[in-house]
């Protein structure tokens, strides 16, 4: 799959909004690096030639499920199960690299309050993008 090009000019215009920030993937993308197969340097890439404007603005990946503490795989709950996964890489990354004051765009009902859901349907929509604009430019 690739990256939907009305999301990718959205994302874009908060970058445009907001010069500070930065992003940490923790999508399915990030396997390319954390199996080897590319460099961080080439995912950056991997973005821009699908329009993103990210050039140096991705400065991480969060952990691999595997490498999750407290990952516990249970068959009948798989989806609370990745919900909780995914909150302990984001807040693992955080924590580890002092990052107080941030945003995450998931379509998972993760619980957090850092989250702005999207819905997997639309993507990341004009009204999702001025919510994370605005709490991006309140952080000190």
Wanted: proline residues 3%; charged residues 25%; glycine residues 6%.
């Amino acid at each position: 799959n690739g990256l939907e090009p009305d999301c990718v000019d959205r994302f874009n215009y908060l970058l445009m909004q907001v010069p500070c920030a930065r992003i940490v993937v923790s999508s399915a993308w990030r396997y390319w690096v954390v199996s080897g197969h590319m460099k961080l340097s080439g995912l950056e890439g991997t973005f821009m030639t699908h329009g993103l404007d990210c050039k140096d603005r991705i400065i991480g990946i969060t952990e691999s499920d595997e490498h999750t503490e407290g990952v516990v795989k249970i068959a009948f709950n798989k989806i609370r199960d990745a919900e909780t996964i995914r909150n302990n890489q984001i807040y693992n990354y955080a924590e580890s690299n002092s990052i107080k004051d941030f945003v995450v765009f998931d379509d998972m009902n993760l619980r957090m309050p850092e989250l702005i859901r999207t819905d997997a349907r639309f993507g990341i929509t004009d009204k999702l993008i001025e919510i994370a604009i605005d709490r991006l430019q309140s952080f000190p």
